[in-house]
């Protein structure tokens, strides 16, 4: 049993070593690659690719996990082994049971499928024309049935899909929270848009870039960002990726006319860097050192980006330096003003550019509709219909074309179905974390305006970097606050703040 | 025979994509990595290195080299192969052969014995003492006799370890331009010796930083440094490396007060830079795409770095931007001061410091050192006194402890015996080019002063770089200059060179 152990720390090694190598060639394309670099880099990432596949789905892991008693009723195998190596077992026995079931023929029908449909839906959008991405998208959510139906699923077929992405969580969970989300956000948003609105232009005018990253490098270091740990670039789309457990990366884009978008960025990268530098030593070098899921992922992104780098606590500690960053831009502008319209609410077509409330809206329409199309509820030719119909019940608005509605992300063209509710779980998530930390930190907003960032790291450390992916979403949920996930905390948050932004 | 042909492209290819992923990790280590990135980054570079090691001596590649008709005496393979493929055979059959000739034990040995003699080098260096590093350098010696004898050799063992570095030269052979070196060398430096000094004191002031680089990139732009294919970026030790046919990057390091050392290193790793974007076409994804040697590849980069950049045609096209870049630095200098600065003559202790006149000298140093150990002539005991005996031979000067002499270079802890001659061997080959070069475009003087570089890079595109590895040294020294090795044309260079500037 010890042996079998040994073996798959031995095996998961080289897959991590693999890993970060293919982290290692995705970081330097899309940051420092000389432009026609693309085509060796494509042979060369795929290459790593192909290698690392191969060692997951190993035939070896099969008689290692018989050999250490898991199975389907039992993932988690023997009880004899200590409670974090069977936590090992069932993440690889979750992976490679993921990984064989489904046949590489199908593997390979997605690839060329969706490496046309990347393209198309990329001509498409800059066309604003669905009608030519729709025979992709229609092949795209056929390929996602099959898939489903290889991986399994008992209830509905979205369950497996969403499953990649969010372990163990059901479409049912999901329908759950969405509702009391959209109950309580729809008449909230209805109400902000009555009330008198803040004045953001002040944000939109220039700001040389140089000072936006000397700003951005000093709220990093305030924050923690270890720099013998990790880094700070530039590219196109911001990112954070993962290179070894004391390597990880992230970047961020410079708008010379939009100070928000690296400030929000940067911080909100941070929060994902966080968690992956975080990850218990005991699991270095194998797949426990990586992430619960992506909605616990982006939890820790939105605390940092929303909860603390939108609140007003982290304002009344960096607004003066900010200030004297930006002297001429903020002339006249005071922290209430500046704090306002940082957090300013408006409906809007661009999911990408939306704001902490209306969000989690954008996310939930996507999910009814993928849920739909996955349910055979709806057929893809009636999909920018529907869209309209849930943009204008959700954010009373309606898209004036496919580019701004159906057509705006490039997940599905990828054939990532069951991804977009990640985004909205980080929301849910994230606050019933910061209920517990508020609950053990009572003095959280003092510290924060004093600048002391560290006792919250410290105790996302503890609480949810260091679990890794021992745990699932639900039980690391459980485990920190006591409950199933909910979304009252995040409702209560968003009340409490946005009426008092908005006087409501 | 044309499958087993296309089957060592397919297995080059492989080998290729390996090399351009060990490439990038290497860069990134010395370039960006995060400090504590460092020991996973390690992991990764040995896992790709032992896959790149497993693909080259693929027991496969004897038996396609026996259906193409390749042995030792008959290297190139069967008459009925195009003349590329047999020169491809030719490369395959060296490599196999050499990485075969050698056991698995003496490879282990070797990376052993180095890694401890790395530190204690660098520790007998801080220390200036030689007897810390003796025992080690005892072993290293004998581990490349060993190497010898495993390699094989007809004349000397020395022959064997130089081979490794230049392909199929002989001990002799640089003997002999050695000789010739530095029977002229020496009399002219203590003419230069003897001579009216000239002032260099303006280049050792403060030179911005970012100005440097500014003014670096714009020379890189002028002489045809392709940003799309190439990159410059900073690093402690400059160097180039190769991480596609069309992504090759080159570093340097800055000195604050200090402006030649960035500027002739920008140039010197571009000429290294042009050879690797050279190769040609109908090379691509084998290993004919890679230099012909280290001595080939130095003649390149010195003949950026000497022939051109330190010429008075490039700063009769550069100076009035250098000097607009810094007015202050340069009040009052001239062109004329300017040239004969950088390139003062002054016999020194450290080989990475030394002028063109005098760098061949500290080679042939190390060249006859290496030769006496290998020969078994000399004792590793006593080479602190012949490393003083030569260097006053040689350069008139001795050292005034170790670290400024026998411990001053890397090479020897990192097992590497027989890469020194290469560095000279460069400037020889480099000059022999040029003389042709000259002959083919008279006007050479002319383009340069008018900023023409273009002419040049497709000269050594069509007669150097092209040809990648599918001649030996010595057969592409005969096929562009119509002779063997020689130093008579970079002697003569050096001679009306600086008898000019030093009016002799």
């Given at each position: 049993?010890?042996?079998a152990?040994e073996?798959?720390?031995?095996?998961?090694r080289e897959?991590?070593t693999?890993?970060?190598?293919?982290?290692?060639?995705g970081?330097?394309?899309?940051?420092?690659?000389?432009?026609?670099?693309?085509?060796?880099?494509?042979?060369?990432t795929a290459?790593i690719a192909?290698?690392?596949?191969?060692?997951v789905?190993?035939?070896?892991?099969g008689?290692?996990?018989?050999?250490?008693?898991a199975?389907?009723e039992?993932?988690l195998?023997s009880?004899?082994l200590?409670?974090?190596d069977r936590r090992?077992?069932r993440?690889?026995?979750?992976?490679?049971h993921?990984?064989?079931?489904?046949?590489?023929?199908l593997?390979?029908e997605?690839?060329?499928?969706t490496s046309?449909?990347q393209?198309v839906?990329?001509?498409?959008?800059?066309?604003?024309?669905f009608?030519?991405?729709?025979?992709?998208?229609?092949k795209?959510v056929?390929?996602?049935?099959?898939?489903a139906?290889h991986?399994?699923y008992t209830?509905?077929?979205?369950d497996?899909?969403?499953?990649?992405y969010?372990?163990?969580i059901t479409?049912a969970?999901?329908?759950t929270?969405?509702r009391?989300?959209?109950?309580a956000?729809?008449p909230?948003v209805?109400?902000i848009?009555a009330?008198k609105?803040?004045?953001?232009?002040?944000?939109?005018?220039?700001y040389?870039?140089e000072?936006?990253?000397?700003?951005g490098r000093a709220v990093?270091?305030?924050?923690?960002f270890?720099?013998?740990?990790a880094r700070?670039?530039?590219?196109?789309?911001p990112f954070?990726?993962?290179?070894?457990v004391?390597?990880?990366r992230i970047?961020t884009r410079?708008?010379?006319d939009l100070?928000?978008s690296?400030?929000?960025g940067?911080?909100?990268e941070?929060?994902?860097?966080f968690?992956?530098?975080g990850f218990?030593?005991?699991f270095r070098?194998?797949?426990l050192?990586?992430?619960?899921?992506l909605?616990i992922h982006?939890s820790?992104s939105?605390?940092w980006?929303?909860?603390?780098g939108r609140?007003?606590?982290?304002?009344s500690?960096?607004y003066?330096?900010?200030?004297?960053?930006f002297?001429?831009q903020?002339?006249?502008?005071?922290i209430?003003a500046?704090?306002k319209?940082?957090?300013?609410?408006?409906p809007?077509l661009?999911?990408?550019?939306?704001?902490?409330?209306?969000?989690?809206?954008?996310?939930i329409?996507r999910?009814?509709?993928e849920?739909?199309?996955?349910?055979?509820?709806l057929?893809?030719k009636?999909?920018?219909h529907?869209w309209?119909e849930q943009?204008?019940d959700l954010?009373?608005?309606v898209p004036d074309?496919?580019?701004?509605g159906?057509l705006?992300?490039i997940?599905?063209?990828?054939g990532?179905?069951?991804y977009?509710?990640?985004?909205?779980?980080?929301?849910v998530?994230?606050?019933?974390f910061?209920?517990k930390l508020?609950?053990q930190i009572?003095?959280l907003d003092?510290?924060?305006r004093h600048?002391e960032?560290a006792p919250?790291?410290?105790?996302?450390?503890t609480n949810?970097?260091?679990?890794?992916?021992s745990r699932?979403?639900?039980?690391l949920?459980?485990?920190?606050t006591g409950?199933?996930m909910?979304?009252e905390?995040?409702?209560n948050y968003l009340k409490?703040?946005?009426?008092?932004?908005?006087?409501?």
């Amino acid at each position: 049993m010890d042996k079998a152990l040994e073996r798959i720390k031995e095996l998961d090694r080289e897959i991590r070593t693999l890993n970060g190598i293919e982290a290692l060639l995705g970081w330097d394309h899309h940051v420092y690659m000389p432009e026609r670099g693309v085509h060796q880099r494509s042979e060369q990432t795929a290459y790593i690719a192909s290698l690392s596949h191969q060692k997951v789905t190993n035939p070896e892991f099969g008689d290692l996990l018989d050999k250490l008693g898991a199975s389907a009723e039992n993932p988690l195998g023997s009880k004899s082994l200590s409670d974090d190596d069977r936590r090992l077992v069932r993440a690889v026995y979750r992976d490679f049971h993921q990984q064989t079931r489904v046949p590489g023929s199908l593997v390979e029908e997605f690839a060329r499928v969706t490496s046309i449909a990347q393209s198309v839906w990329t001509e498409a959008r800059k066309k604003s024309d669905f009608s030519l991405f729709r025979p992709h998208l229609e092949k795209i959510v056929d390929l996602n049935l099959q898939l489903a139906d290889h991986l399994g699923y008992t209830a509905h077929p979205y369950d497996a899909l969403v499953d990649q992405y969010e372990p163990e969580i059901t479409t049912a969970q999901i329908a759950t929270v969405f509702r009391q989300l959209r109950e309580a956000l729809v008449p909230l948003v209805r109400d902000i848009k009555a009330a008198k609105q803040v004045d953001t232009s002040f944000l939109r005018q220039p700001y040389p870039v140089e000072l936006q990253e000397q700003f951005g490098r000093a709220v990093l270091d305030a924050i923690g960002f270890d720099s013998q740990r990790a880094r700070l670039d530039r590219s196109v789309h911001p990112f954070t990726t993962t290179i070894g457990v004391d390597d990880v990366r992230i970047t961020t884009r410079y708008l010379a006319d939009l100070v928000t978008s690296s400030l929000f960025g940067i911080v909100h990268e941070a929060g994902h860097a966080f968690y992956e530098l975080g990850f218990a030593e005991g699991f270095r070098g194998t797949r426990l050192a990586d992430a619960c899921s992506l909605g616990i992922h982006e939890s820790m992104s939105r605390f940092w980006e929303n909860v603390i780098g939108r609140g007003r606590a982290f304002w009344s500690h960096f607004y003066p330096q900010f200030k004297e960053t930006f002297p001429d831009q903020l002339s006249g502008v005071d922290i209430e003003a500046f704090y306002k319209a940082i957090n300013r609410v408006e409906p809007s077509l661009i999911r990408v550019e939306a704001d902490e409330v209306t969000y989690s809206l954008h996310i939930i329409l996507r999910f009814e509709l993928e849920r739909m199309l996955i349910g055979k509820e709806l057929k893809v030719k009636d999909l920018p219909h529907a869209w309209h119909e849930q943009s204008r019940d959700l954010l009373g608005i309606v898209p004036d074309g496919d580019a701004s509605g159906v057509l705006q992300d490039i997940h599905w063209s990828g054939g990532s179905i069951g991804y977009f509710p990640t985004y909205a779980l980080g929301n849910v998530y994230g606050l019933q974390f910061t209920a517990k930390l508020r609950e053990q930190i009572p003095d959280l907003d003092t510290k924060v305006r004093h600048g002391e960032f560290a006792p919250i790291k410290a105790w996302l450390d503890t609480n949810v970097h260091a679990h890794g992916r021992s745990r699932t979403p639900q039980e690391l949920c459980q485990q920190i606050t006591g409950n199933p996930m909910s979304a009252e905390p995040f409702v209560n948050y968003l009340k409490t703040k946005y009426r008092d932004i908005y006087d409501l």
